[in-house]
Nanobody, 125 residues
Framework: QVQLVESGGGLVQAGGSLRLSCAAS????????MGWFRQAPGKEREFVSA????????RYAGSLKGRFTISGDSAKNMGSLQMSSLNPDDTAVYYC??????????????????WGQGTQVTVSS
């Protein structure tokens, strides 16, 4: 079991920045990928970004690359998502999740076995 706790969400004005954090505990040595997803009201959960744990290999949703930066510190069991140039369309609950087994597609939510509770990000216009 891996437990994940997100933090850093909040209310920010359009054009602003936020940094989300995800603290992992439990069987952290089993983490292979940490990903971030988001879900806006009335919409499906969507992939944001993923990082191969213990490496610098990253992946982003095409529309977010350049504004969002994912990072991870496997020694501290902590992941982060730096978000800049935020706009109201970025308003959503943001979730971190991890893959602990074999995987095919890090953008696919079903690949992730463990999820945090989510943190709300609200961008005002």
């Amino acid at each position: 079991q891996v437990q994940l706790v997100e933090s850093g969400g909040g209310l920010v004005q359009a054009g602003g920045s936020l940094r989300l954090s995800c603290a992992a505990s439990g069987r952290t040595n089993a983490i292979r990928v940490m990903g971030w997803f988001r879900q806006a009201p009335g919409k499906e959960r969507e992939f944001v970004s993923a990082i191969n744990w213990g490496s610098t290999s990253t992946r982003y949703a095409g529309s977010l690359k350049g504004r969002f930066t994912i990072s991870g510190d496997s020694a501290k069991n902590m992941g982060s998502l730096q978000m800049s140039s935020l706009n109201p369309d970025d308003t959503a609950v943001y979730y971190c999740a991890v893959i602990t087994t074999y995987y095919k597609d890090t953008a696919e939510a079903t690949q992730y076995a463990y999820w945090g509770q989510g943190t709300q990000v609200t961008v005002s216009s």
